[in-house]
């Protein structure tokens, strides 16, 4: 079956993100125990309303202080959580214009607000491009849909707005919870274990 539809994860697939560098920073402001809040892998459930859009970014940093006993500002709690971000690897976005016109392009992504705007604004002040959403036919973000991925409901709406078929479909992502639950649903995979898209499009003959 050929491959019509393409959906790219965006956290380490496209974007460049590194938690050490928050957890750092954190600890540079008396948060020892960052790690242990919020991770890739797990996070308590602050973060999980953030990244579905139940709290809005203020109500998060309120929410922040009381959970770490702290009284930091506003800007400094956006300023360390934004530390994870680093910047999109120059080829990856040549590599969305490229395929743009071949095939239906899609993120999939679990974020929020606070980091949506962080990475925007990378994106055009270092690489003049407006936003993420210009590169791809749509951009899915759990802060505005409501949904986190490996719910498969998540996968589920991308399929369903845009009448894909799985079995025509590949979603690149890193985190394997992820690749599972979109294989459940019949869609083609690939486990991204570095920052490369150009190899996991060249796996597929895409390219």
Known sequence: MII???????GNVLLKINTELSK???????????????????????????????????EFYEKFRIITKTNLENETIEKCWN??????????????????NSYNTFIISNTNK???NHYTSILKQNHGIENLESLVKKAYFSHE??????DKN????????????????????????????AKELGIKTYHLEKLNIEKALKNYNLL
């Open 4 to 10: 019509k539809n393409i959906i790219f994860d965006l």
């Open 24 to 58: 750092e920073a954190f600890k540079n402001h008396g948060i020892s125990n960052f790690d242990s809040l919020y991770t890739l892998a797990n996070q308590v459930n602050l973060f999980d309303e953030l990244e579905t859009g139940k709290i809005t970014e203020f």
């Open 83 to 100: 530390e994870l971000i680093r910047d999109y690897p120059q080829e990856n976005l040549e590599i969305l214009k490229q395929i743009k």
């Open 114 to 116: 606070i980091h949506y």
């Open 145 to 150: 849909c409501g949904l986190r991925k490996p």
């Open 154 to 181: 998540f996968f589920l709406l991308v399929l369903n707005k845009n009448d894909l078929i799985p079995k025509e479909t590949l979603f690149i992502d890193d985190d394997i919870r992820n690749i599972k639950a």
